[in-house]
């Protein structure tokens, strides 16, 4: 079985998590996990982007159908991304395997 699915990483401002779960439910996701997180950077990052960086951040984790992995990622930047107050990035990665998706959600991702 070829692989099918990618997992989105959705790194915001923390308070945003469910803004970027609507945008990527609006384009075909069915559901996400939260993880609460502290980001990093320090002012160097905030001269080089020329804005503040807020160190508490939520990571949205999205197990998508690949062929909905652009329109979702897309999403994404325009309701999350760094030019909004969720000052997010996101990115996709290769899943190998999935398991216990429901019959009727790998039925539709597939």
């Not at 909905?68 to 897309?74: E, P, S, Y």
């Amino acid at each position: 079985m070829k692989n099918t699915h990618e997992v989105i990483l959705c790194i915001v401002n923390s308070g945003f998590s469910e803004t970027a779960m609507d945008a990527a439910r609006a384009q075909g996701a069915g559901g996400g996990t939260v993880i609460h997180a502290r980001g990093t950077a320090g002012a160097e990052a905030e001269k080089l982007f020329n804005i503040a960086i807020e160190p508490d951040k939520e990571i949205v984790m999205i197990i998508v159908n690949k062929e909905n992995r652009d329109a979702i990622l897309h999403a994404l930047y325009k309701e999350v991304g760094l030019n909004t107050p969720g000052q997010g990035i996101a990115f996709a990665l290769p899943v190998d395997k999935v398991v216990g998706l429901s019959e009727k959600k790998q039925n539709t991702e597939q």
